[in-house]
């Protein structure tokens, strides 16, 4: 600590001895030990105090990096989240595009074979007795054509899948 040799030590001990003579050298060398140890106690109190606070200073620099990078995952999570919703609202208009679509092809379809079905059941609807409403003869005239097959235009007829059953338990 002092950097002091056991030659220097011995030479202070006997000018020690000699200023303080034999009497009262045994209490001023407890004198002594007893302000070193106090200063060596100081001395590690303050260096485990630097230490706690570095330790600490490195912690919260720690806990504000960690932080900043929940904040950085957060914001990208959210974008995220947001494209991912972006996508899939832009799919739901396609496919909402597309049944309408479908829906208009199949309204096409049907119309002229629901209008001759209509034209055909109006001549034998008004043979029918008049206390049939509107209601009713509309109806009619949709269940009638309804029961005629209808074939979408450009589309084959889809043919029947074999039921293969269950697999053969045995080997």
Known sequence: MFDIGFSELFIV???????????????AARFTG???RRAR??????????ER????????????R???????????????GRELHDDLRREGQGIEK??????????????PVTRAATTAAAPALAQEPAEK???AIADEAVAQSASAEVEAP???????????GPPDPRP
């Open 13 to 27: 001990a006997i000018v020690a001895l000699m200023v303080l003579g034999p009497e009262r050298l045994p209490r």
């Open 34 to 36: 007893l302000w070193v």
């Open 41 to 50: 106690a100081q001395w590690y109190s303050v260096k485990s105090e630097l």
């Open 53 to 64: 606070e570095l330790a600490d200073d490195e912690l919260k620099r720690s806990l504000v």
């Open 66 to 80: 960690t932080r900043d990078e929940l904040r950085d995952l957060g914001a990208e999570l959210q974008n995220q």
């Open 98 to 111: 597309s049944v309408r679509h479908a829906e208009k092809s199949v309204k096409d379809a049907v119309a």
């Open 133 to 135: 409403d509107n209601g």
């Open 154 to 164: 450009n589309q084959p007829a889809a043919e029947p899948v074999a039921d293969a």
